[in-house]
């Protein structure tokens, strides 16, 4: 059984920073491809980050290049989405997705989502 536990969401004011981590636990070989969502209230879910397996490959979304960082510490099978100079327009429910190999191959897991709001 694997599970997605999220952190690192909250409160913050524009301009500031938050760091979200994605850890992965339970039974599995490696965590491969991460990606991080998010949904503003709404509107649809959308797209923000990606990261290859080894992290030799990042992408970002137009929107929050050069402000937002994704990054990952296989050592602890986590990912990070860093989150600098916030704007309101940031302000949405965050989730990671991974592709994990376990025993019987590769699946797709979600992680719960955790919430960042920006004030003005």
């Known amino acids: 059984q694997v599970q997605l536990v999220e952190s690192g969401g909250g409160l913050v004011q524009a301009g500031g920073s938050l760091r979200l981590s994605c850890a992965a636990s339970?039974?599995?070989?490696?965590?491969?491809?991460v990606g991080w969502f998010r949904q503003p209230p709404g509107k649809q879910r959308e797209l923000v980050a990606t990261?290859?397996?080894?992290?030799?490959?990042?992408n970002l979304a137009d929107s929050v290049r050069g402000r937002f960082t994704i990054s990952r510490d296989n050592a602890k099978n986590t990912v990070y989405l860093q989150m600098n100079s916030l704007k309101p327009e940031d302000t949405a429910v965050y989730y990671c997705?991974?592709?994990?190999?376990?025993?019987?191959?590769?699946?797709?897991?979600w992680g719960q989502g955790t919430q960042v709001t920006v004030s003005s």
């Open positions: 997705k991974a592709t994990i190999w376990r025993p019987g191959g590769t699946h797709d897991y």
């Open positions: 339970g039974s599995f070989f490696s965590l491969n491809a």
């Open positions: 990261i290859t397996t080894t992290g030799s490959s990042t």
